[in-house]
């Protein structure tokens, strides 16, 4: 099992920046990759950005030059840095670990870009 616990949720600005952290704990061996997705309301839950355990990054196209995802191996985290923000990216963000089994899930957090 793996847990995720997802923060950073927020209300900003047109072009501001917003940080979301991801803590996974219990059995992060055997975790593959991690990523964030986002659901904006009446629309189908996207993959965001996403980061395996050897390092590669991927990115939505609407994203790249914006977001960065990265992580702390120490810390068990995954950070997405998000900058220049959009109203279109205002949406619930969710945390993402893949294993062989299994994906799981954090619970989601609000990101609202707003002016």
């Known amino acids: 099992q793996v847990q995720l616990v997802e923060s950073g949720v927020g209300l900003v600005q047109p072009g501001g920046s917003l940080r979301l952290s991801c803590a996974a704990s219990?059995?992060?061996?055997?975790?593959?990759?991690m990523g964030w997705y986002r659901q904006a309301p009446g629309k189908q839950r996207e993959l965001v950005a996403a980061?395996?355990?050897?390092?590669?990054?991927n990115y939505a196209v609407s994203v790249k030059g914006r977001f960065t995802i990265s992580r702390d191996n120490a810390k068990n985290t995954v950070y997405l840095q998000m900058n220049s923000l959009k109203p279109e990216d205002t949406a619930v963000y969710y945390c993402?670990?893949?294993?062989?089994?299994?994906?799981?899930w954090g619970q989601g957090t609000q990101v609202t870009v707003s002016s």
């Open positions: 219990g059995s992060i061996f055997s975790i593959n990759a």
């Open positions: 980061i395996t355990s050897g390092g590669s990054t």
């Open positions: 993402n670990a893949t294993t062989w089994l299994r994906d799981y």
